[in-house]
């Protein structure tokens, strides 16, 4: 029997249930079938607080109804093979299926560094499994240290959760100079730390495993200085990487970083293939090369634009920003756009704008402490490249603003007269709201000394 | 003795402030006077705070280091008369200042309803006087029963506050169909008032007071309706007139709602003096009619643009776009823009775009309620001409994140994949972000039907 669609989405993840749902808004009379593998998808994003404050993890299960109040079908199963020029998959149980329009939202699987001992028991990664990550849950039961292998979001959410919910000895082993080094400056990099170690969290930076050491079960962390740390588990937080061998299997052009490769409407090497999320390759917002920023917000618009595109041009990505947001101990951080250390790696004159103020005005008023904000400008054009902030909780509502910002290529001038609203009990006071003046103190940089007389 | 000065602002609030710091950060070698007439200036908009959680009316007093260590220089009196032929004011000490470029900052007064009997006692205003405030807390101290009169922001604040710091009956009279009509669409106030009922205020709506009455102290609020509510205080908060009585004494060109008329670079009618903030005439962002919006953040913005503006010619004010937000009850609630009901009376064709979700992923978190957005766009273009939204404290940075996509004239399909960070315990997830899914739905709305054969 050969069952036939106007659109198949592969993948459950944000990328594909996206994808399915847009093009059901977009072209609400065809048929859309998305196959999955997993019978319950979890919230990526959502994984670390499995190990914390959610005290059972079906809690962080993705709602199916989603899906079928949409009219799209679902499938589970593997998809084994395209065969591109008929228009068909066929899945591991050997049935086929036809589609018009394909969209590959394959995903990404957690990178393998070049460690040794990687497969002895109780060493896990991150994965979006279910029934892998009860198997985790289990071993943190017995275990008493933890050692987490990397200091990306993930390695610091899980180390935070891990500690304050389970009193367990937890390391992180960093192998850059700070935790999050990658998405912020060091000054909040050096904030989120002291987050951590005030927690009781422990941190090893700028130090490589060489190997995990034990009978069966791992025991010991090497560490390439000849350190070495006990550990009952470990869990590996080493960056994920793009699931493209049924894209590149089926002959499709994959991009520089290994992800499927995509232009602007997200249409893949074959016209009637699109892809999108963290199988697709990324491209950044800033001059277009290639960057290796796989998140779930970024799969969303990447799925918004694939799924409008299927059957009518209707939008393009600009590229990724890079939006990212994360709660550390007490404080929410927050980055957009290019850290100030990146802006110059990659070859830009810049102009920094700093600022930090009461997250409530009078500061007198309850639950008040202090959100920071640090700009990063373009010299010569003046035009916003970046972004970072830490404070409350509403960091993660003004690093949108700060994506907006960047999206519509804002100068620092335009900026420091924004018209934001706020409220005692809900931002800084006018006169001090931080995006704004930073904005004007990069503003006021690039005048002349001499402009007044 | 004549003391010369390069720049003189005149007034204290947000607007003179901010206008002073902009000229100092601007013209670093300009001399900068501002004159103002309290010894100890408020923070507007923390007001209704003093009369509830701020336990000391102190705490709401505006930090004075803020000029000095911007070098500005503070003079405490009353200008009486602007001789702009010499370019100097006459104080009411009998002492002249002149000034090479002026700024009024001279702020609002309180509007006066047409009601018989407001000059009993206990009955006040909201002035920005510390002294003054002093006495409406006394008298709280001895009242059971306070009227609210005018159930706009800072009424529904202060009946919040009263109500919930001070156990008072506290009953708001409002003329229009529900509290924050002004700001919000009915199912927006229907929230708030709902808030407010549920901490015991009582709410009296398309009710018109007549009459003030009592023996010397008020006594009674009577309506037009014949309804007579007992009262110890009553507190009027029916808005604000802009205080341009020194401007129109020197001659200055006022605007048609009584606000000293500038152009978008904040100049008056005489081009050495510039106004800013509430005694400032206000241009929609909109379409440039004149608006009755005076908020604290606007008056920032436009300090900011002519403090710039005082020697050399650098922005502009692109008009009010009216970014409020505010806090009632457990609910922070927030608009920016154009709300349905008037751009329907101002004549646009519009589409609305409304989406829903749990501000935190998944919802089995703490502390997790719902987020609603509410968009308006202009039919014709597809740009967002308005953007509402009531949640957590949030809604207070996401309100400005609309402001940004207002200010750059955003359309529906743009902002369906607009690129937002999200995070578990920060925002909504990524397929639901509500701002996004709310712009995909006018987006798709403003397809042809047949548009996928």
Known sequence: MELDYDVVVIGGGTAGVTAATTARRHYPKKKVLLIRREERTLIPCGIPYMFGVLDDPCKNVNPEHILSIRGIEVKIGEVKQIFRQDKKLLLSTGEEIGYDRLVLATGSRPAIPPITGLDRKNVFWIKKELEYLRQVLAALEQAQRVVIIGGGFVGAELAEQIRKYRQLDVTIVEILPYCLYTSFDEEFCFEAERELQALGVKIL?????????????????????????????????????????????????????????????????????????????????????????????????????????????????????????????????????????????????????????????????????????????????????????????????????????????????????????????????????????????????????????
């Open 205 to 453: 930076t700028e130090k490589k495993v060489a190997e995990l050491a034990g009978a069966e079960r791992v025991q010991e962390v090497h560490l390439e200085d000849g350190t070495v740390l006990p550990a009952d588990v470990v869990i590996v937080t080493t960056g994920v990487r793009p699931a493209a061998d049924l894209a590149q299997a089926a002959g499709i052009s994959l991009g520089p970083n290994g992800g499927i490769l995509v232009d602007r409407t997200m249409a893949t090497s074959d016209p009637h293939i699109f892809s999108c999320g963290d199988c697709a390759e990324k491209f950044s917002f800033f001059g277009g090369n290639p960057v290796q920023i796989r998140l779930a917000s970024v799969a969303a618009m990447e799925a918004r634009v694939a799924g409008a595109n299927l059957f009518v041009r209707r939008r393009e990505s600009p590229g990724t920003v890079g939006v990212f947001s994360s709660k550390i101990g007490e404080k929410a951080f927050a980055a957009a756009g290019l850290i100030e250390r990146i802006a110059e790696e990659e070859g830009y004159d810049i102009l920094l704008g700093e600022a930090s103020a009461p997250n409530h005005h009078p500061s007198a008023l309850p639950g008040t402490f202090e959100t920071k904000v640090k700009l990063v400008f373009d010299r010569y054009t003046g035009i916003l490249i970046g972004g970072q902030a830490v404070g409350s909780d509403s960091v993660g509502e003004l690093v949108n603003l700060l994506s907006a910002c960047l999206l519509h290529r804002m100068t620092a001038v335009e900026m420091a007269a924004f018209q934001m609203g706020t409220h005692p009990l809900l931002t800084p006071s006018p006169p001090a709201y931080p995006l704004v003046v930073a904005a004007e103190e990069a503003a006021v940089a690039k005048l002349e000394p001499k402009q007044e007389d």
